[in-house]
C-alpha cells in the first residue's frame, strides 16, 4: 500500500530564512503527490501537485517541490519565509483506487 | 464557485444525541470523501463515493456512523447515538474525477459532551 512519511512535527524558521519540508513516499508505481496547506480553524488547500510531468513543481505562495524517484521523496520548499506561511503542511499520495493517503502533517513556525 | 459547503461549522452535542453533518460538493464533481481530523489521529478517510455510490467505507469507525449520498449535490454523515470520543473536526472533499484533487469544505467541529 502507498503511504507517505513527514520527517518532523513541527518545523520552525526564522522570517525570511529557507523552509524545508521533507516528505517520503512509499510506491511500487509512479505516484501521484501532493502538497495541501491547513491554515487555523480552516480546510485543507492545494499547494501543489506532481503528476509525472515536470519533476519540479511550482505551487502558490512561492513554494516548490521537487520529485526524486532515487530517493523517494517530495520536499517541499521556499526560498524566504514570511509570516503568513505559519500554518500545517501536509504530503500525500494518491492510490489508484482515487484514495488519498494523506501524512501526519508538519506544523510550520515562523519566527520573527 | 462557491466551492465545497459544510454545515454546521460547529455543532455541540450530548452523548446519546443525534448529530447530522451535512456537505454541497462543487458542481460537476463526481466523487466525495468524509475525513474526521482530530489530534491524536490525524486526517483519517472514513468513507467516499463515487458517482453518488459509496465505493469505500472501511474507515467508518462502527456502526453509529453511517453515510449517504441521494444525489450529485447533497451528502449527509450521521452519528446515533454520538459519544464524547466523537468530538472532532470532520471535513467533506469533494473531486472532478480520477487522479484528481481534492477540494476541502471548511469542516464541521463537532463536540460531544
Known amino acids: 500500500a502507498q503511504s507517505v512519511t513527514q520527517l518532523g512535527s513541527h518545523v520552525s524558521v526564522s522570517e525570511g530564512a529557507l523552509v524545508l519540508l521533507r516528505c517520503n513516499y512509499s510506491?511500487?508505481?509512479?505516484?501521484?503527490l501532493f502538497w495541501y496547506v491547513q491554515y487555523p480553524n480552516q480546510g485543507l488547500q492545494l499547494l501543489l501537485k506532481y503528476t509525472s510531468a515536470a519533476t519540479l513543481v511550482k505551487g502558490i505562495n512561492g513554494f516548490e517541490a521537487e520529485f526524486k524517484k532515487s530517493e523517494t521523496s517530495f520536499h517541499l520548499t521556499k526560498p524566504s519565509a514570511h509570516m503568513s506561511d505559519a500554518a500545517e503542511y501536509f504530503c500525500a499520495v494518491m492510490n489508484r483506487d482515487d484514495k488519498i493517503i494523506f501524512g501526519k502533517g508538519t506544523r510550520l513556525h515562523i519566527l520573527p | 464557485d462557491a466551492g465545497v459547503i459544510q454545515s454546521p461549522r460547529h455543532e455541540v452535542t450530548e452523548m446519546g444525541q443525534e448529530v447530522t453533518l451535512r456537505c454541497k460538493p462543487i458542481s460537476g464533481h463526481n466523487s466525495l470523501f468524509w475525513y474526521r481530523q482530530t489530534m491524536m489521529r490525524g486526517l483519517e478517510l472514513l468513507i467516499y463515493?463515487?458517482?453518488?455510490?459509496?465505493?469505500?467505507d472501511s474507515g467508518m469507525p462502527e456502526d453509529r456512523f453511517s453515510a449517504k449520498m441521494p444525489n450529485a449535490s447533497f451528502s449527509t454523515l450521521k452519528i446515533q447515538p454520538s459519544e464524547p470520543r466523537d468530538s472532532a473536526v470532520y471535513f467533506c472533499?469533494?473531486?472532478?474525477?480520477?487522479?484528481?484533487?481534492?477540494?476541502f469544505g471548511p469542516g464541521t467541529r463537532l463536540t460531544v459532551l
Open positions: 472533499a469533494s473531486s472532478p474525477g480520477t487522479s484528481n484533487e481534492q477540494f
Open positions: 510506491s511500487s508505481v509512479p505516484p501521484y
Open positions: 463515493f463515487n458517482n453518488n455510490v459509496p465505493i469505500d
